[in-house]
């Protein structure tokens, strides 16, 4: 696994995002990492990520973590594609163009949570990654996303 996180990469204008935006203070700060050909991310969720039911986490921090986590994923993978590795340029900021969540078990509050993600397709500006998501070693959330590159025209 390499040390430098995706999050890390972007420009500071792409980093105010509430889930992985690095300069957001009251954000998730979620850190992405290479794993081979898999991105992995750990995050342990707060008192206050409760959800409905006592205990275990609020869907929409399931949703949250799966999209930013995939989007810097797609991002990394775009870098890779094109030759580069992490620091060489500020990634590229893609944006979701669709997300499927599949919730199959409770998630338990109080323990980190294992994220991972694959690249199932790169296609121009179009990125399609699986993500999962476990606790206590299960896994407890599955997520298909579609994301698309931003053109550089957007970047300003």
């Given at each position: 696994?390499?040390?430098?996180?995706?999050?890390?990469?972007?420009?500071?204008?792409?980093?105010?995002?509430?889930?992985?935006?690095?300069?957001?203070?009251?954000?998730?700060?979620?850190?992405?990492y290479?794993?081979?050909?898999?991105?992995?991310?750990?995050?342990?969720?707060?008192?206050?990520?409760?959800?409905?039911f006592?205990?275990y986490?609020?869907?929409?921090?399931?949703?949250?973590?799966?999209?930013?986590?995939?989007?810097?994923?797609?991002a990394?993978?775009?870098?890779?594609?094109?030759?580069?590795?992490?620091?060489?340029?500020?990634?590229?900021?893609?944006?979701?163009?669709?997300?499927?969540?599949?919730?199959?078990?409770?998630?338990?509050?109080?323990?980190?949570?294992?994220?991972?993600?694959?690249?199932?397709?790169?296609?121009?500006?179009?990125?399609?990654?699986?993500?999962?998501?476990?606790?206590?070693?299960?896994?407890?959330?599955?997520?298909?996303?579609?994301?698309?590159?931003?053109?550089?025209?957007?970047?300003?």
């Open positions: 696994m390499t040390d430098k996180a995706f999050q890390d990469c972007y420009p500071d204008e792409f980093a105010h995002c509430y889930g992985c935006g690095r300069l957001n203070e009251e954000g998730l700060q979620i850190k992405s290479w794993d081979g050909e898999e991105s992995v991310c750990h995050y342990t969720p707060r008192p206050f990520h409760t959800g409905g006592p205990g986490c609020y869907g929409g921090l399931i949703c949250s973590l799966i999209d930013c986590h995939s989007a810097a994923t797609a990394a993978a775009r870098l890779r594609a094109d030759g580069f590795s992490l620091g060489e340029k500020p990634l590229s900021r893609f944006v979701s163009a669709s997300l499927k969540v599949d919730f199959l078990k409770p998630t338990p509050m109080g323990t980190p949570l294992e994220l991972r993600s694959k690249i199932l397709e790169i296609k121009d500006r179009k990125i399609i990654v699986s993500t999962t998501l476990a606790a206590d070693g299960e896994l407890r959330a599955r997520g298909e996303e579609i994301l698309v590159q931003l053109p550089e025209s957007n970047r300003s």
